[in-house]
């Protein structure tokens, strides 16, 4: 499954985002990539809802086992509608140099069953019990789209621009599968060049299909 290039990659198990939602993302991103030389946007082709960081999962045989286990569990998983309607923050003061990350949000009752369903099913019921890393206990569902340095510099016209944008909408649309992917630090040699906005730094393994029957959609949403 994997090419072995020691800790310069690093595994996760994600959700990949429909390109109409991304297109209710664009807008937003800009403004935010305009705003001021601290405010770094991210690039579209690497939008992504991570469920579980496996970390570095090294030698045929636990890349094997990874993959048996993870079919067992989407097989099962039933695949459900999500849309995205606010955006947050998260505050990263103790790095040596801040930063404030900007996400684009789930619906609440998605972003529940991502978490209830999904995350804890796979942290605790899947990846743990067999010897797996699965990252933080606790997640915020969210994509994402920027960072600002120098954080304690732009914290009003930080709360400002959320505030812009507290209340968004993009289409709903149905979550069939979630996907095993390896990200590349800089020194790996298929990372991609950081000015190639066209490729990703996430190199997708395998996509996992679920088998269940689908949820109904949210009523209100479309």
């Not at 030389?37 to 496996?54: E, N, Y």
């Not at 970390?55 to 993959?67: I, P, T, W």
């Not at 990263?92 to 978490?115: K, T």
């Not at 206990?137 to 120098?150: E, Q």
């Amino acid at each position: 499954m994997h090419v072995e290039q020691g800790d310069l990659k690093r595994s996760f198990i994600t959700l990949l985002i429909d390109p109409k939602q991304k297109e209710g993302f664009a807008d937003i991103r800009a403004e935010f990539a305009e705003a001021h030389r601290d405010w770094h946007a991210t690039r579209p082709v690497d939008d992504h809802l991570s469920l579980a960081f496996t970390g570095s999962v090294k030698g045929v045989e636990n890349q094997g086992r990874l993959d048996e286990l993870l079919t067992e569990f989407a097989a099962k998983a039933r695949p459900f509608w999500i849309s995205f309607d606010h955006v947050g923050h998260f505050e990263n003061r103790r790095r040596r140099q801040g930063r404030d990350v900007l996400y684009f949000a789930p619906d609440e009752g998605s972003s529940r069953h991502i978490v209830e369903s999904l995350h804890q099913d796979l942290a605790f019921k899947v990846l743990r019990p067999n010897g797996f890393k699965f990252g933080r206990f606790d997640v915020v569902p969210h994509v994402t789209f920027g960072r600002i340095f120098n954080p304690e510099k732009h914290t009003r016209d930080r709360d400002r621009f959320i505030d812009r944008h507290r209340i968004m909408h993009t289409p709903q649309v149905l979550v069939t599968g979630f996907t095993l992917a390896d990200s590349y630090t800089k020194k790996h040699p298929d990372a991609p060049d950081p000015h190639d906005k066209t490729r990703s730094k996430y190199f997708e393994v395998k996509r996992y299909e679920f088998g269940g029957e689908p949820m109904e959609p949210l009523s209100g949403i479309g």
